[in-house]
């Protein structure tokens, strides 16, 4: 369905595509292409190269190992990279429209990460950037640990600690949780729950789920926490809920009141109380009102959905990296008592 007569076509009740039936994997992927091939084979001949953003006609951005060129935009038309988008993320099941004006996902297996905004919301514009995954070429001897904060980490993950991995954006959060998973947990049943698909689910007992989205007529809808739920019905040993961004931080708090191990996520923040607090604002719901520091009586607000976070372990990330690599700046339980005295 086109942009440009979507708002026309909601009149006689026109449905977005409905992602109710998920085309095998690579097949739009791996059909030719030739805007995606032309992105594809910059990387191919730059192997530095980590990210290009298209900022509709007005240009595109290389950011290769910290150095940035732009470039002209490979579109002409505006309205041509927005019939090339809405294409792109069909033929992947997804749906972008004016209603749904951003979305996102993996190509290429797990090799790249896309996301695209359309206008209004990008303004002066269409937006797509494609970002390189190296998460199989990136292990835990990557990532500077000044502190010798890894066995600390490894620790928490394995008594069945709730995680949350912070950081600002591009420190690598993702990859370091990949990481982290991979190193401990290879060989346990791990659900990957996530709004957006990103984390690659690397073996045979690893299960990915995605939430879905309503379709123009509202209908068809799957939430994450509904997700967690029928999960639980498989009885996973871990469950990672992805990035925090919204509705997240809600089932990443419901995932570590089930009673299984420690679930795990990545969120955006600059310090381990921030992540915390961001975390409990996004839920809309108290700090933990069950935690020993805090004088909680049964059915306060807040209290059955933050059993166990008193254990809760904050792996902070930098972008300040030692030789070029990413660095573990610190990693350890949140000071409750610094949290609680800001309330």
């Known amino acids: 369905m086109r942009f440009i007569n979507v708002l026309s076509s909601l009149v006689g009740g026109a449905k977005a595509p409905p992602s109710f039936l998920m085309p095998p994997g690579d097949e739009f992927q791996n059909s030719f292409d030739p805007v995606l091939q032309n992105l594809l084979d910059r990387f191919e001949s730059d192997l530095a190269l980590d990210e290009i953003l298209i900022n509709g006609t007005r240009g595109m951005v290389l950011h290769s190992r910290g150095t940035v060129e732009a470039v002209p935009s490979i579109f002409e038309d505006d309205l041509r990279m927005i019939e090339w988008l809405q294409d792109f993320a069909h033929g992947m099941g997804l749906r972008l429209d004016p209603l749904q004006p951003f979305v996102g996902g993996m190509v290429r297996g797990n090799a790249f990460r896309w996301h695209c905004i359309l206008p209004p919301i990008a303004t002066a514009g269409p937006l797509f950037s494609l970002r390189r995954h190296r998460f199989r070429k990136i292990t835990l001897?990557?990532?500077?640990?000044p502190a010798g904060s890894i066995p600390a980490i490894a620790g928490a993950l394995q008594r069945g600690s709730p995680l949350l991995v912070a950081g600002p954006t591009a420190c690598g959060k993702t990859t370091f949780l990949h990481a982290l998973l991979a190193e401990y947990c290879a060989h346990e049943r791990v659900f990957i729950i996530e709004s957006v698909q990103e984390i690659p689910a690397s073996g045979p007992n690893w299960v990915r789920l995605v939430q879905r989205e309503a379709n123009i007529e509202g209908e068809g809808e799957v939430k994450l926490c509904r997700v967690i739920s029928e999960s639980l019905r498989m009885c996973p040993q871990r469950v990672v809920i992805g990035e925090i961004r919204g509705d997240e931080a809600v089932a990443y708090l419901s995932a570590q009141s089930t009673g299984h191990r420690g679930a795990l996520a990545t969120i955006h923040a600059g310090s381990v109380e921030g992540a915390v607090s961001r975390l409990f604002a996004l839920a809309g719901t108290p700090l933990p009102a069950g935690h020993s520091t805090l004088?909680?009586?049964?059915?306060?607000?807040?209290?059955?959905?933050?059993?166990?976070?008193?254990?809760?372990?904050?792996?902070?990330?930098?972008?300040?990296?030692?030789?070029?690599r990413p660095q573990i700046a610190e990693a350890r339980t949140p000071d409750w008592d610094l949290l609680l005295a800001k309330k």
């Open 141 to 145: 001897s990557d990532f500077s640990d």
């Open 295 to 324: 004088p909680s009586s049964p059915g306060s607000p807040g209290s059955p959905i933050s059993i166990g976070m008193e254990e809760l372990m904050v792996v902070r990330l930098s972008q300040s990296a030692a030789a070029g």
